[in-house]
């Protein structure tokens, strides 16, 4: 009996399989790649959001009387920018989140709605835009729209 000879792994061998390890990851560094990017997408979306109902809310608790006061020469269906007295907490945020999310555009208005100088509703709109700075070709600003109405339940 003969025993072959033992037969090692050549360098070319070698090569040839890191290449073909390496061409087979190509497509999940991508894929990671592109959930990375996703994933910061989402939590800006859901930090604007947030700040912008934060807004709405914190304007919620800012009484009637001091609104009526505050946009009394208001002219009926006119939208005025939101005071920042309305919201100090979320103004704060609002700043710190800029930081972070440079092109960051976030405007409040308010309207007035009111009947023999009562004020029966406070209408509040928010209009935010920025843009990721991702570097991608598809840089379009990203757009958020919220709004919502208070009504005053001593108008009745």
Known sequence: ??????????????????????????????????????????NNYGEVAKLAQGLIE??????FPRVRDDYKGL?????????QNYYPKTYAAIEKFKDTLKSLELNAQLKVVKREEIVREVWIQIHATWKEGDGTTDNAPRELRLSNAIRNPEAD
């Open 75 to 83: 002219a009926k269906d006119k939208w005025e920018i939101v005071n």
């Open 1 to 42: 009996m003969t025993l072959g000879r033992a037969r090692g792994i050549t360098l070319v061998e070698i090569v040839i399989a890191v290449l073909i390890v390496a061409v087979a990851f190509i497509p999940i560094i991508y894929t990671i790649q592109y959930g990375n990017k996703a994933t910061v997408k989402i």
């Open 58 to 63: 914190e304007c919620k608790h800012v009484p």
